[in-house]
């Protein structure tokens, strides 16, 4: 199984089309995410929505809005608000997780085999097969 995260920006206006893919495939949603973590001294979150593995081709995309969104337990905000309210109209909780931040990282695809382990290690993502 390939499990790929897949970045539609930083949650600005994208993430309205993160809204849009949430609600489009809410048969196959798995898990909504919310990664927080603090770039420099300010506290941001992603936002990600997890879907089943197609099949055939068993791909997993994990469709993420990266660091652009203040963390919502320290700065109330209006994008975060849509997130919860879509993860109520689609019956989903969203799941929360402290994590690294990006620029920890020399290259964001090593940020994001990070979070994949992360998932994996929580039992929110299946182990490879």
Same mark, same amino acid.
């Given at each position: 199984?390939?499990?790929?995260?897949?970045?539609?920006?930083?949650?600005?206006? @994208?993430?309205?089309?993160?809204?849009?893919?949430?609600?489009?495939?809410?048969?196959?949603?798995?898990?909504?995410?919310?990664?927080?973590?603090?770039?420099? @001294?300010?506290?941001?979150?992603?936002?990600?929505?997890?879907?089943?593995?197609? @099949?055939?081709?068993?791909?997993?995309?994990?469709?993420?809005?990266?660091?652009?969104?203040?963390?919502? #337990?320290?700065?109330?905000? #209006?994008?975060?608000?849509?997130?919860?309210?879509?993860?109520?109209?689609?019956? #989903?909780?969203? /799941?929360?997780?402290?994590? #690294?931040?990006?620029? /920890?990282?020399?290259?964001?695809?090593?940020?994001?085999?990070?979070?994949?382990?992360?998932?994996?290690?929580?039992?929110?993502?299946?182990?490879?097969?």
């Amino acid at each position: 199984m390939i499990q790929r995260f897949i970045e539609l920006g930083e949650g600005y206006s @994208d993430i309205y089309e993160l809204l849009e893919l949430a609600r489009a495939n809410q048969h196959r949603i798995v898990h909504l995410m919310a990664f927080h973590s603090s770039v420099g @001294d300010r506290p941001v979150t992603s936002l990600a929505v997890i879907l089943q593995p197609t @099949d055939p081709g068993n791909f997993q995309a994990l469709y993420i809005c990266r660091e652009g969104i203040p963390n919502p #337990k320290f700065i109330p905000n #209006k994008r975060y608000d849509l997130f919860q309210k879509t993860a109520e109209e689609l019956g #989903k909780q969203i /799941m929360e997780l402290s994590v #690294k931040p990006s620029t /920890m990282f020399h290259e964001k695809e090593l940020y994001y085999q990070h979070l994949i382990g992360i998932l994996r290690l929580n039992h929110f993502l299946k182990p490879l097969q």
